[in-house]
């Protein structure tokens, strides 16, 4: 999520998709703990924000790397 809020919106997805992968192959895929985070995740990264980016941020503009 940290990611995203910096404006990397192509590697908060490439991570997103990552933690899925994760969650699928264990056993905490089940708790609801991870799930609710994943939830968050997505809803930042893919929901309404994800369409538009995030909201522009003067000390990390986005898209721009330390």
């Known amino acids: 999520m940290k990611q995203f809020k910096l404006g990397w919106v192509e590697d908060a997805k490439a991570s997103l998709t990552r933690l899925r992968e994760l969650l ?23 929901g309404a924000a994800g369409a538009t980016g995030p909201t522009s941020d003067p000390a990390n503009p986005p898209g721009g790397r330390p």
Request: glycine share 4%; aromatic share 8%.
């Open 24 to 46: 699928g192959d264990t056993r905490n895929a089940a708790s609801d703990e991870y799930q609710a985070f994943l939830a968050e995740a997505e809803a930042l990264i893919e």
